[in-house]
Nanobody
Framework: QVQLVESGGGLVQAGGSLRLSCVAS????????MNWYRQAPGKQRELVAR???????SYADSVKGRFTISRDNAKTAVYLQMNSLKPEDTAIYYC??????????WGQGTQVTVSS
C-alpha cells in the first residue's frame, strides 16, 4: 500500500505561482509513473502532467510552458511548479501514482484557486 499526501495549494492572484508537493509513503513498486490531475467544478478530472520512472515528462497543452513536474532522486516525492497561473487553472489538484492496473493510488487533493 502507498499513501500520497499533497500540499501547497492555496489562493493566488492571476499571474502568480504555486508549488504543489506530493509525498509518498508505504511500500510500493520501484517503478511507477507519477501524475498530477485536476478537477474543476462541473468538469471531468483531467491529466495535467506526468513523469515516468526514467524522468520523461509530458503535459496537457493548456499548461505547457507554465507548469513543470519533477521528482526527487529517491522517487518518494513529486512536485508541480505552477507559474503564470490563470483563473482557469482553479481546481482541486490530485497526485496519482500508477504502478499497474491493479496498483494505482490517489492523494486526497489540494485546492488551487486563482483569482482574476
Amino acid at each position: 500500500q502507498v499513501q500520497l499526501v499533497e500540499s501547497g495549494g492555496g489562493l493566488v492572484q492571476a499571474g502568480g505561482s504555486l508549488r504543489l508537493s506530493c509525498v509518498a509513503s508505504g511500500s510500493g513498486s520501484r517503478i511507477a509513473i507519477m501524475n498530477w490531475y485536476r478537477q474543476a467544478p462541473g468538469k471531468q478530472r483531467e491529466l495535467v502532467a506526468r513523469i515516468t520512472n526514467y524522468g520523461s515528462t509530458s503535459y496537457a497543452d493548456s499548461v505547457k510552458g507554465r507548469f513543470t513536474i519533477s521528482r526527487d532522486n529517491a522517487k518518494t516525492a513529486v512536485y508541480l511548479q505552477m507559474n503564470s497561473l490563470k483563473p482557469e487553472d482553479t481546481a482541486i489538484y490530485y497526485c496519482n501514482r500508477y504502478e499497474s492496473s491493479a496498483n494505482e493510488y490517489w492523494g486526497q487533493g489540494t485546492q488551487v484557486t486563482v483569482s482574476s
